[in-house]
């Protein structure tokens, strides 16, 4: 937030609304209706995310790309109340909501707030005017929830750094052109204390991905292979060997972009296939002849209730954290709710849609996406680090409870016994 003489020259949020508002009416171009014939790849394939790079590139020239990142670094220097009113305006309106995670909400945030000014000025400008997608290099095949327990390895050779390893479940990673790389660089350091974070260009000679196909037939998962990849010192965010610091300021962006309660995010944020819950239930309970069902009625009304909640916990939460009347690690309360009520909805929608929530036309997703969220519900308990982790997070933390035993404190990474 800027000095109070800074505050007092931002535009009026009504002022705002109403320029944006007649912006978005004349330049962006109608979302397309769901009418249950949508592709099966449309979220995944290159023209979506060079259709994402133009939109984002429309709004820049608009002036209304990256509207809460200051102005020196592309955005447009407003505050989340702008972003909200912006946010109401565009529905109904295409936008580019592919950057919103993890670019935008995430890896963008992290850059802000731990990289070096030149960090700052090359890769925020250039992901608010379209031209660089980021991604997360985090997990590792061997660690699972244990973010600090990363192997891939990191060492100094001169003005660069070579890697080696491995590194999973990288969403987007074939359509990004840089990554937040998490490196063990001192292994006889304690293992939070020997890691240091690294802005990787992704598309470079040493890095091979692969990508992921999943029950549910999507490929938005990569997996990464570092064979001798130099990184220069210059792409160090943060310190050398400091880097849990980072990645504990990553996760936090990214347990509150989860969670709802990001500024950054531009759009409403919709379901893979651009539906909310709850407009999806009631699309498909008339489609099937259910929608004077009592009980199916209720389960909708449950699912909307449900929103509304978190809507409001958002609020709360996010409220809390920006006047420091609750800690940064609040944002795993939003995100445990935000997991679990994903698992709830996913459960009401596969109730109300029975047979049709499984099959559809072939070549084409239609009311099989409910299907398809369902058996892939359990990610959103998971991603930005698991509910157990999220509980945990707000026992010790928010709660003050006491910490978990960890057997592995203060030795040595290299003495520490790792699975096999």
């Known amino acids: 937030m800027g000095s109070p003489t800074e505050i007092d020259a931002i535009e009026d949020v009504e002022s705002f609304r109403s320029r944006a508002k007649n912006w978005i009416a004349a330049n962006l171009p109608l979302a397309k209706p769901v009418t249950g014939d949508e592709p099966e790849s449309e979220d ?8 994402a790079s133009e939109l984002q590139k429309l709004l820049y020239s608009g002036g209304f790309a990256g509207l809460c990142y200051p102005k020196e670094y592309g955005g447009q220097g407003l505050t989340p109340a702008h972003q909200n009113a912006f946010n109401e305006e565009v529905v109904g309106y295409e936008m580019p909501q592919l950057l919103n995670s993890p670019t935008f909400s995430i890896c963008g945030p992290t850059i802000l707030d731990m990289g070096t000014e030149e960090q700052k000025k090359q890769h925020l400008s250039a992901m608010i005017r379209g031209e660089e997608a980021l991604v997360q290099f985090l997990s590792e095949p061997s660690c699972g929830s244990d973010l600090a327990g990363v192997v891939t390895r990191a060492t100094r050779d001169g003005d660069v750094f070579i890697l080696n390893g491995s590194k999973i479940w990288s969403s987007w990673a074939y359509a990004a052109d840089y990554a937040l790389c998490l490196a063990r660089t001192d292994w006889d350091a304690p293992k939070h204390r020997g890691l240091t974070m690294f802005l990787l260009k992704v598309h470079q000679p040493g890095i091979e991905i692969r990508r992921i196909r999943q029950v549910n037939g999507n490929e938005e998962f990569c997996q990464e292979f570092f064979d001798n990849v130099e990184v220069p010192v210059a792409n160090v965010v943060g310190e050398i060997n400091g880097g849990w610091e980072v990645a504990s ?11 709802g309660g990001s500024q950054y995010v531009s759009g409403k944020l919709m379901g893979p296939k651009r539906r909310s819950p709850t407009e999806g239930m009631i699309d498909i309970a008339r489609r099937t002849g259910r929608s004077e069902d009592r009980h199916v009625r209720e389960l909708i009304a449950e699912s909307h ?10 609020e709360r939460v996010v409220t809390g954290m920006r006047t420091e009347s609750l800690p940064a690690s609040s944002a795993s309360i939003i995100r445990l709710f935000s997991g679990l009520g994903h698992l709830r909805q996913t459960e009401i929608a596969l109730e109300i849609g029975g047979s049709h929530g499984i099959v559809s036309l072939a070549g084409t997703i239609g009311d099989r996406a409910i299907g398809e969220t369902f058996i892939t519900r359990q990610a959103a308990c998971m991603g930005g680090g698991t509910t157990e982790i999220a509980r945990n997070i707000i026992a010790e933390r928010v709660l003050g409870m006491p910490r978990e035993y960890s057997a592995d404190r203060d030795l040595p990474y290299k003495d520490v016994r790792r699975g096999r």
């Not at 995944?44 to 259709?51: K, L, M, T």
């Open 44 to 51: 995944y394939d290159e023209a979506a995310w060079e259709r």
């Open 249 to 259: 300021r990553q996760m936090f962006h990214e347990r509150n972009s989860v969670g």
């Open 305 to 314: 209730a449900m929103g509304k909640v978190q809507q409001h916990l958002v």
